[in-house]
């Protein structure tokens, strides 16, 4: 934060989230309203909210209007969050590699391969394996590196987005962004102290990241607007079962 307030940045120390959910956060973005409210329940257009996520907006089509290129960098573990056919340049995308993106929730042969015994029989000569697109997240890092690679493709003036899930479980890279090995399946939530510590080391790596590109920005071009948003907190020692009203200071500060 002191970084950023060195660069004159600005901070918004008391800013809070407006809702528990991306999908309704990244909505709002890029729409520039808030979702109807009926019945004490959000009512949206399903699809108008997910082309607007995916690169189709009113945001993005003034953009447009204004001859901007639009980049992206998704976190390769939500495909409405990923690349799409909306954008004109997809920066770094981890299924160049693996061939698909699907993070948690896997595509459908990944799901019927995890309800037959070929899920237990392949755990147990290597736990690594249906894990592998779990861990294989992307990172700041990662859009930084790949920036540099394909600035020869990047026509000015640009719109470049790039959401990940730092920190966010599971935890893969250590303070310093080392990768960091463990069996995602049977390890991640069962140690708290230890989910912690690993939230905490990621949390140092992606400060370090943003400084990098944060800096590299600057130099790349001194007029660029940079803005860098969070959004809902870590999810430790937080029911989300009660309502609101109900929450512990620390859950709403946190």
Known sequence: VKFLEDSNFFVGKESRSNFLSTFLSMYTLWSMQYPNIKEEKIDINLRTARDAILGKSIVTDILRDLDYMHIRMGPNQAQLQDCSDKIDLCLFKINDVDGMAAGSGRNIYFQILLMTPLDYLVNFINPYILDRNEVL??????????????????????????????????????????????????????????????????????????????????????????????????AFHTDFQLPLDKWEKKSING
């Open 137 to 234: 997240k992307s990172n700041i890092g990662n859009a930084y590196k790949a920036f540099i690679e394909k600035k020869h493709l990047i026509s000015e003036p640009f719109l470049f987005e790039a959401n990940v899930w730092q920190p966010h479980g599971p935890y893969v890279l250590d303070e310093d962004c080392n990768k960091i090995n463990y069996n995602l399946t049977k390890n991640i939530w069962s140690n708290e102290d230890d989910t912690i510590d690993k939230y905490l080391d990621e949390t140092h790596c992606v400060n370090k990241q943003l400084i990098e590109f944060i800096n590299y920005i600057n130099k790349f071009d001194a007029e660029a607007i940079i803005i860098i948003h969070s959004d809902h907190g870590h």
